[in-house]
């Protein structure tokens, strides 16, 4: 396959590294602002993590600010668009905008990146009730009927109902549990699997959430590996770094350390098990 021998010659000559390095982690001229608004600051979980106003995602009502921001992927030949809403952690005090964000954009699937604490640190506030509970995070009513642990991942199922309007929806939450911020998952295989399941949730042009901690390291290595294998299953080349750049477009620093870039190529290249990826 010729597009994935291309990706080959360009992790090895270096190339590949090279430019990635390269590659601005901000689009130039493009405005923080409402993300920096003194009532939004609190709303974010790292200061220097932030959604660009063009392409943050907007809440219905007065407070409309919510640290996440909508990511489009040009579709392949003959594909539809990949739609994803990539957002950070939630913290204490913004469940209800999640939620909220869930419920806006009409999503099914939350695709969580990582585990509430790592190394003794919070990386994320646990924003679903244990099962059976049922919490309330402002209109949101979230119900988890069940939690079912494979090696890799955890899958819950959620009610969503919005008490306001008396809908209601079911919303699928995929947890991937072995993947260090800054790092990279420990076992290709599984994390391949956890991709497979992703992209098995998919509908059309409906968006998928995606979380980490702050919403860019592992969010951009998923959506990058998402994107990569899309193509090549059409049997389209895959330019590496026009991916990252698109995605930087949208949410600055998206795939954040060298060691996060190599290895979500070379777990696409394992993907295909015909290929060294050394
Ligand atoms: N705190 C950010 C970081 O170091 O990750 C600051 C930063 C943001 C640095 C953007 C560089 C950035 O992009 P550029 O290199 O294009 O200015
Ligand atoms: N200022 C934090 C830091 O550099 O540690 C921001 C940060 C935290 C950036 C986590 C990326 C992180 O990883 P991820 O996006 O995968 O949660």
């Known amino acids: 396959e010729e597009s994935m021998r291309q990706l080959e010659r360009g992790i090895q000559s270096g190339t590949l590294c090279f430019h990635f390095e390269n590659l ?10 409402c993300a920096r608004l003194p ?21 219905q009502g007065q407070e409309d600010y919510v640290n996440a921001s ?34 806006e954009q009409q999503t099914h699937t939350i695709i969580m990146l990582t585990t509430l604490t790592e190394r003794g640190r919070t990386k994320c506030h646990q924003y679903w009730p244990h099962p059976p509970e049922v919490k309330d995070y402002g209109h949101m009513r979230v119900k988890c009927h069940s939690e079912e642990c494979n090696l890799a991942y955890v ?43 992703v992209r098995e949730r998919r509908k059309g042009e409906e968006p998928l959430m995606v979380h980490c901690s702050a919403g860019i390291g592992r969010t951009g290595v998923l959506i990058t590996m998402e994107t990569a294998l899309t193509r090549l299953d059409k049997g389209q080349p895959v330019f590496p770094l026009d991916i990252v750049k698109t995605l930087r477009d949208q949410r600055a620093m998206m795939v954040q350390t060298t060691v996060q870039r190599n290895k979500a190529w070379i777990y696409v290249l394992l993907n295909d098990k015909s290929l060294s990826p050394y």
């Open 39 to 59: 009532e939004n600051m609190d709303k974010n979980r790292y200061k220097d993590v932030l959604p660009y106003d063009a392409t943050r995602v907007v809440l």
């Open 24 to 33: 601005y982690r901000r689009k130039p001229g493009l405005s923080l602002n």
């Open 155 to 197: 899958t819950r199922h959620f009610t969503l109902t919005h008490t306001k309007r008396g809908e209601e929806r079911a919303v699928t939450h995929l947890q991937y549990v072995a993947w260090p911020d800054h790092g990279v998952p420990d076992d290709p295989s599984d994390f391949l699997l956890f991709v497979s399941s």
């Open 70 to 103: 909508h990511i489009t992927v040009a579709p392949p030949v003959s594909g539809v668009r990949l739609c994803y809403v990539a957002a950070q952690g939630p913290l204490p005090q913004t469940c209800t905008q999640f939620w909220q964000t869930v419920w």
